[in-house]
């Protein structure tokens, strides 16, 4: 059990949630690409939205792989600084990378949720008929909870930290 479900009995529904979800947009896309791909070749046919759903499907994998790959600190980060500095040095530059990252996906959360709204108001349509604003969600959403596991991160690098002062 890790240091989260001690401290939230509730972190274990909410990753069993994100890894489902990240399973049914894979599922989804999978089943949509293998459709267009039979109705094509046997029918000479196709789903007029299959194509830009599949793009907007992808963008949803895309950033909730990221949330799960976060939470599992399984996330690309370049290490060259690091490698030389003293495991002292080595908790305050992961602690102010990830306070940076966590700003960083704060601006981008206020953006996403900017254009979200835009698009709300606007009443800005895709392909079908179906809003804008409903398949570009996940980036506020997506950036949000980065924002969050990312400065939830630096504050255990932090501690850390202390933990290696006081030892």
């Keep these: 059990m890790s240091k989260t479900h001690k401290r939230n009995p509730v972190a274990p529904f909410i990753e069993k949630l ?22 094509r070749n046997f029918f000479d046919t196709g789903l007029s ?3 830009p759903m599949l793009g907007i499907l992808l963008l949803w994998l895309t950033l909730s792989g990221a949330v799960v790959a976060v ?4 996330h690309i980060s370049i290490n060259i ?9 080595k908790c305050l530059a992961f602690a102010g990378t990830k306070i940076f990252t966590a700003f960083v996906c704060a601006v981008i959360t206020f953006y996403g949720a900017r254009l979200v709204q835009m698009d709300f108001e606007m009443e800005t349509t895709l392909f079908s008929d179906m809003p804008a604003w409903a398949c570009e969600l996940i980036i506020p959403i997506s ?3 980065l924002s969050v596991r990312f400065f939830i991160a630096a504050i255990g690098e932090i501690h850390d930290f202390k933990q290696q002062q006081t030892s």
Excluded: C, M
Excluded at 71 to 74: H, I, L, Q, S
Excluded at 81 to 89: A, K
């Design 18 to 39: 994100e890894d489902g979800i990240v399973v049914l947009l894979f599922a989804a896309i999978a089943s949509i690409s293998l459709l267009q791909i039979i109705l």
């Design 49 to 51: 939205w299959a194509t």
């Design 71 to 74: 939470r599992k600190d399984r």
């Design 81 to 89: 600084l690091t490698n030389y500095l003293t495991p002292h040095f």
């Design 143 to 145: 950036f949000s909870l």
